[in-house]
T-cell receptor, first 109, second 115 residues
Framework: KNEVEQSPQNLTAQEGEFITINCSYS?????LHWLQQHPGGGIVSLFM???GKKKHGRLIATINIQEKHSSLHITASHPRDSAVYIC???????????FGKGTLLTVNP | SAVISQKPSRDICQRGTSLTIQCQVD?????MFWYRQQPGQSLTLIAT?????????ESGFVIDKFPISRPNLTFSTLTVSNMSPEDSSIYLC????????????FGPGTRLTVL
């Protein structure tokens, strides 16, 4: 079993829909990261969080430390949100990221 | 956040040759890392680039195959040596300001195809 599990693997939505991507982890962590990778390959850091909730524009990330679970929400989705969304965790003072396998999101117009 | 550039953005190379990838950051950073992403896979950490000393390699990666330089706090290079088709991947550098609990910022990646 991977230390970081994401669901779903693939997600197709219509423009305007509310989207949720889930991430579960099995180890103690110091922080959880949500990353976005576009088809060209570049990766953008969306959020780093260790508790509670963060919001940036139409993106919201939450984490429940007791349940070892995080969600990434996208409100009013748009075709430009189409990308792979990756959950990753860091443990203690270790800088190394452990990655989930990613969720491929396609938003159709 | 840090702005990171990589050169080249993509390349097609012949088997047996070597390619050096450059990573430039717009500000001084403590930590620099090199990752590989093979087709359809998640990212794998190759090594941590240490300024002024040898890089720290992860299990399965060796200096002879992936020599790394980091002459200062804003620049690093990764060389993929004696390439084979199995080296076809996206190579990304990333940076962080401190060891643990720090956000990592990624470069745009270098897409390498080995024929």
């Amino acid at each position: 079993k991977n230390e970081v599990e994401q669901s779903p693997q693939n997600l197709t939505a219509q423009e305007g829909e509310f989207i949720t991507i889930n991430c579960s982890y099995s180890v103690g962590i110091s922080a959880l990261h949500w990353l976005q990778q576009h088809p060209g390959g570049g990766i953008v850091s969306l959020f780093m969080l260790s508790s509670g909730k963060k919001k940036h524009g139409r993106l919201i990330a939450t984490i429940n430390i007791q349940e070892k679970h995080s969600s990434l929400h996208i409100t009013a989705s748009h075709p430009r949100d189409s990308a792979v969304y990756i959950c990753a965790v860091t443990r203690g003072s270790n800088y190394k990221l452990t990655f989930g396998k990613g969720t491929l999101l396609t938003v159709n117009p | 956040s840090a702005v990171i550039s990589q050169k080249p953005s993509r390349d097609i190379c012949q088997r047996g040759t070597s390619l050096t990838i450059q990573c430039q950051v717009d500000s001084q950073v403590t930590m620099m890392f090199w990752y590989r992403q093979q087709p359809g896979q998640s990212l794998t950490l190759i090594a941590t680039a240490n300024q002024g000393s040898e890089a720290t390699y992860e299990s399965g990666f060796v200096i002879d195959k992936f020599p790394i330089s980091r002459p200062n706090l804003t620049f690093s290079t990764l060389t993929v040596s004696n390439m084979s088709p199995e080296d076809s991947s996206i190579y990304l550098c990333s940076v962080a300001q401190q060891r643990g609990g720090s956000e990592q910022f990624f470069g745009p990646g270098t897409r390498l195809t080995v024929l």
